[in-house]
């Protein structure tokens, strides 16, 4: 058997390394911006009632409440929700005096925020220079031309977060990636009625509220940067030995990351890989299992020889990060090391 | 509170004395030739611009009516000074009401096939029919200087823009307005159709500002009412102007583009055309009538107000208004208007009566 000298050190070495990460496609004109600055707190549960003299009908306040629902179950992120209290110090108001512009069929008011929020809705037969507003919702079969009242309900539920209106393609391509829009489509134009928030929006509640869990799916709007680190237990094994690799996977620390910045990432592949010495081709030989920690993966090998170790992050394209890879790690094998090895590392291998 | 008897504008005994259908484009569709509507109790036994004068503390405010279902089914306006309401008046849902100027609110009152523009009196108690047109009046305005009332109108079946149009303020239904502005045309290409007019006198009489907002953004036309100057466009990048706040000698103040509140205000340098920041973000904002100063406040009513002084730009913090009261707008989503002195605006909380208030005597905060 011959021996091998190991080149990163004699104890076990936890090589924290970062990673190379691959650019990916631009997709859609990025996050919403944002409007104005502050925010909920993360998770925030902010209760609104009607505004005294100003109670929206029911099929209004159906959409209205629908629309907050919409909120929680599409936010994919840790932004606040919104949920109707018979007291509460957001108010809503349906056809009254308002500050808001007289050009809106709704608007709001986020000054408050993070202790209240004011929102307006224009009823239902209000005027403007072109003809006269119709909410969907206040028919069972409504004509086209209508407004969905939960989908702009939606949109300033939207603005209440802290969204600003999406910038769109010239051609508008790109409508779906966000229900928070400068004008809202009246039926039947696509997205007229659209009831969850776009993946853009998502965007943007991700950045500023980040994830509910280091699970969830980053959106696709976002080109998030990623960095995998890479561990092992020992660098030096004999035969039958094994060398437990550990990473961590994280969003790469960064100013555009906002709060996602430098945050883990759990429930993603990552592969151990190898290469011979001195060879350029890597093979993935493992995949690793979750640990405990959040964002930490691992996994065990049996070295039968000297080999290269690096980890693989390839990104699904079902969601908005670039695959990353780690800086490699050696792992020296032999039979068994000899006494002077022995004497410095205690624990090498053989007598 | 007196209650006066008022003309129930919608569905009155119409006595058309003349019809004359005007096909010209420069002309709005409008009949011709006397009174429209009977005499009935609350008319003016003259136009009442004859004898007008400031009068503050002229008010108005126009409350939406609902069916049980919440749809608008018309609009209630009621006239009066302070508290009082001298009159009431039940509009259709294609209505509106401006000013006051010299005591008197401007009215339209749109029943379907047929609008009118009626100059109600707040001093005299009555109301006087200006003109009964077949296109649809959307709002209006009336300039005191010249006497004249501007309106904005619409093709009743395609509601095309048909300009804005001026009529005298003591036509007595008998004159067929003349165009003073085409549709914007050109100049609001960019926006797409079209939501919303509004119309502004400057405090010379002088200037007409018209502005025009879709849901991408706003542009205003500047009308030189003497007529020596062609129409100025500001704001010929729509999606960087909202909604129109007042008129500056030199500017215009608008709101930024917001999709909501609070939202940046801007002052459009008229000589350049280029916009310029005057506050970061508020949630409303009026400017008094000589252009000199605005007032704003930035956050919910009791929140941080704010004084500018257009001349000099020097920003001031102001003891903020009593609960609930912030600063009113004017334009054609105001609900509630009074009549100020030049140097004042008026401020308000929604349901509470509205006051005027002098910037420049208010005690500037440190």
């Keep these: 058997m011959t021996n091998r000298r190991p080149i990163l050190g004699l104890a076990p070495v936890a090589a924290l390394l970062v990673v190379a990460s691959v650019p990916g496609p631009t997709l859609g004109h990025g996050p919403n911006p944002l409007m104005g600055t502050k925010t909920w707190d993360r998770d925030q549960v902010v209760g609104y009632q009607w505004a005294s003299g100003a109670v929206p009908p029911s099929w209004m306040a159906a959409a209205i409440d629908a629309a907050a629902a919409d909120v929680a179950e599409s936010r994919k992120s840790r932004a606040a929700t919104f949920v109707r209290q018979s007291s509460a110090p957001s108010r809503i108001w349906y056809s009254y005096p308002s500050i808001c512009p007289a050009y809106g069929i709704a ?30 919702q206040q028919s069972t079969d409504p004509a086209n031309g209508c407004y969905d009242a939960e989908n702009v309900a939606l949109d300033e539920f939207g603005h209440v977060e802290i969204l600003d209106h999406h910038v769109n393609f010239a051609d508008d391509s790109d409508y779906l990636d966000s229900v928070v829009q400068a004008y809202a489509r009246a039926k039947p134009r696509t997205g007229w009625n659209e009831h969850v928030f776009g993946r853009c929006d998502v965007a943007r509640l991700q950045l500023e509220y980040e994830l509910r869990t280091t699970f969830d799916l980053v959106s696709t709007c976002l080109d998030l940067n990623t960095t995998l680190t890479i561990a092992a237990s020992a660098t030096m094994v004999s035969a039958g030995e094994t060398v437990r690799f550990t990473g961590k996977l994280g969003i790469v620390a960064a100013s555009s990351a906002r709060r996602l910045s430098g945050d883990p990432l759990s429930g993603r592949a990552i592969v151990l890989q190898r290469r011979a010495v001195g060879g350029t081709t890597w093979s993935t030989i493992a995949t690793l299992t979750p640990t405990t920690s959040v964002g930490s993966y691992a996994v065990s090998v049996t070295p039968s020889a000297t080999y290269d170790y690096r980890l693989s992050f390839s990104a699904s394209s079902t969601e908005g990060l670039n695959s990353s890879t780690s800086s490699a790690i050696r792992v020296s094998y032999a039979a068994c090391w000899d006494t002077a090895v022995r004497a410095r590392l205690a624990g090498a291998p053989c007598a | 509170m ?145 006497k004249v009332v501007v309106a904005h109108l619409v093709d009743r079946v395609t509601r095309a823009d048909r300009g804005i149009w001026r009529v005298s303020a003591f036509a007595a239904n008998d004159e067929v307005p003349a165009q003073i502005a085409p549709p914007a045309g050109a100049a609001a290409a960019a926006l797409g159709t079209i939501w919303t007019t509004d119309l502004r006198v400057d405090a010379t009489a002088r200037r007409l500002a018209i502005q025009q907002c879709s849901q991408a953004g706003c542009v205003t036309r500047l009308v030189d009412l003497r007529g020596r100057r062609g129409i100025q466009i500001v704001g010929r990048r729509p999606a960087l102007q909202g909604g129109l706040i007042g008129l500056a000698p030199r500017s215009i103040v608008t709101w930024d583009w917001c999709p909501g509140l609070p939202c940046p205000i801007l002052a459009w340098d008229l000589a350049t055309g280029d916009p310029s920041l005057l506050t970061e973000g508020a949630i409303a904002a009026a400017l008094t009538g000589d252009g000199r100063h605005l007032v704003l406040v930035k956050s919910a009513p009791g929140g941080t107000t704010l004084r500018i002084d257009l001349v000099s730009r020097a920003e001031h913090r102001i003891e903020p208004f009593e609960a609930g009261a912030l600063p009113l707008a004017d334009g054609p989503g105001a609900l509630v208007g009074l009549e100020v002195e030049a140097d004042e605006i008026a401020i308000g909380a929604f349901d509470g009566d509205p006051r005027p208030f002098r910037p420049a005597a208010a005690e500037a905060l440190k």
């Design chain 1, 107 to 136: 608007c709001m008011d986020r000054s408050g925020v993070p202790d209240s929020f004011s929102m307006w809705f224009r009823p239902h037969g209000y005027r403007y220079d072109w003809g006269t507003l119709r909410w969907c």
């Design chain 2, 2 to 146: 007196a209650k006066r008897p008022w003309p129930i504008l919608v569905g009155s005994a119409a006595i058309v004395v003349a019809a004359v259908v005007v096909a010209s484009n420069l002309q709005p569709a409008a009949r011709a030739g006397g009174r429209a509507v009977a005499a009935v109790p609350g008319t003016c036994r003259q136009s009442p611009a004859r004898t007008a004068n400031p009068d503050p503390g002229a008010t108005w405010r126009l409350a939406d009516r609902l069916d049980a279902g919440g749809s608008m089914v018309g609009r209630t306006l009621a006239v009066g000074h302070g508290g009082s309401v001298e009159l009431a008046l039940d509009l259709p849902v294609e209505g509106s009401a401006r000013g006051p100027v010299d005591g008197l609110v401007v009215v339209s009152a749109d029943d379907g096939w047929r609008s009118e523009i009626r100059l109600v009196s707040a001093t005299e108690a009555c109301s006087w029919l200006v003109a009964s047109l077949d296109d649809v009046v959307r709002s209006a305005v009336y300039d005191a200087a010249n």
